[in-house]
């Protein structure tokens, strides 16, 4: 089987598609994906232990596992960042834009050629291919590209980490975006042959490294109407 980045034949690794450390977080006791019942997308909602494929040969694995290795550090607070919260919006600066985007490009692309059924609404069509050149080349591309909104997810007032949902196709301001829910994020990856353009483009994250992360109860995450609606506004900002 050919590597599905590099292309050449190769014994291929068992790749996560949602890196490992995303799950770190999320099993319960039981060592289970916590289910939240009160959203009502209840039949979207499985039980996964991995969600593993042959994909990538060890190369490729391992190109790929900087950004995580890198992301994680993010997330854990291994990376010295500025933040800065106004309201329900918090603004992170001094991240660096090309692991990060990276890391971001790599989840989308492999959901979308992943054949694994938790990713099937995940149909990128002609950018699978795109996204595939950039991330062999080590390329984050344009910022005003594949751009990615992060709503950060809160539960009863603390941060709320503990759920994976599957990706689903929405629309943000007219743009089609997966959405996927892991690491106590929500993650609109828009995917689009159009530049973001302002104001959006001042909610993703940037050349220079800054991104505006909305939080927002996870109880509210049923529509992204909500979410999209108050896009225009963080972009104001
Ligand atoms: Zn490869």
């Known amino acids: 089987m050919p590597c599905a980045l590099c292309l050449q034949e190769a014994e291929l690794r ?15 006791e039981k060592h289970r994906l916590q289910v939240l019942s009160i959203v009502p997308e209840r039949d979207n909602w499985r039980e996964q232990k991995g969600l593993r494929e042959r994909l990538l040969c060890d190369a490729c694995e ?4 900087v950004w995580e290795r890198y992301a994680s550090l993010v997330f854990k607070g291994g990376i010295a960042l500025t933040v800065r919260q106004d309201g329900d919006i918090v603004h992170i600066s001094d991240l660096d ?7 971001q490009l790599s989840v989308l692309w492999r959901a979308g050629v992943s054949s694994l059924q938790f990713f099937e609404k995940v149909q990128l069509g002609k950018h699978a291919e795109t996204l595939r050149r950039l991330i062999l080349a080590e390329d984050p591309g344009s910022p005003e590209r594949y751009g990615c909104f992060m709503f950060g997810l809160k539960h009863e007032g603390g941060v709320f980490t503990g759920l994976i ?11 089609i975006a997966y959405r996927f829910v892991f690491g106590g994020f929500l993650w609109a990856m828009l995917v689009s042959g159009h530049d973001l353009g302002v104001p959006l ?12 992360i ?13 979410f999209s609606m108050k896009l225009g506004q963080m972009g104001r900002l």
């Open 97 to 103: 834009y090309r692991q990060f985007k990276l890391f």
């Open 165 to 175: 949902m599957q990706p689903g196709k929405t629309r943000l301001d007219g743009h």
């Open 62 to 65: 391992q190109k790929v596992s």
């Open 14 to 28: 068992r790749s996560h598609i949602i890196p490992e450390f995303l799950y770190e977080t999320l099993y319960d």
């Open 214 to 226: 909305l939080l927002r109860n996870a109880i509210e995450m049923k529509n992204l109407v909500s």
């Open 201 to 212: 483009n001042r909610c993703t994250l940037s050349a220079t490294g800054h991104t505006a």
